[in-house]
């Protein structure tokens, strides 16, 4: 069994900052890259991309999050992080984390697992 738990989200002005964080846990052999992305309320809206890292330090970015968010990790404790400044009221989402990771050393195979999300709010 893998979980990943994210935590950070909130309510928090326009212009503001808030980092998220997300922890892997259970039987886990690698992580291949693990990432955020997010649903913003309403029908109809998709999850969307918001970054993701690989297990070599590659980072990819949504256009809408670039040069605002910052996606790190960190691999010795299996976590996740989303530095989020100068936030829009566009950035109200549900925020989810996304791991790939191998359960197994005998299974080759990297599935991708999700966090039940936390909700960023930006309003004033």
């Known amino acids: 069994q893998v979980q990943l738990v994210e935590s950070g989200g909130g309510l928090v002005q326009p212009g503001g900052s808030l980092r998220l964080s997300c922890a892997a846990s259970g039987s886990i052999f690698s992580i291949r890259s693990m990432g955020w992305y997010r649903q913003a309320p309403g029908p109809g809206k998709q999850r969307e991309l918001v970054a993701t890292i690989t297990d070599g330090s590659s980072e990819n970015y949504a256009d809408s999050v670039k040069g605002r968010f910052t996606v790190s990790r960190d691999n010795a404790k299996n976590m996740v992080y989303l530095q989020m400044n100068s936030l829009k009221p566009e950035d109200t989402a549900v925020y989810y984390c996304?791991?790939?990771?191998?359960?197994?050393?005998?299974?080759?195979?990297?599935?991708?697992?999700w966090g039940k999300g936390t909700l960023v709010t930006v309003s004033s």
């Open positions: 996304n791991g790939a990771i191998k359960p197994s050393p005998t299974n080759g195979v990297y599935i991708g697992y």
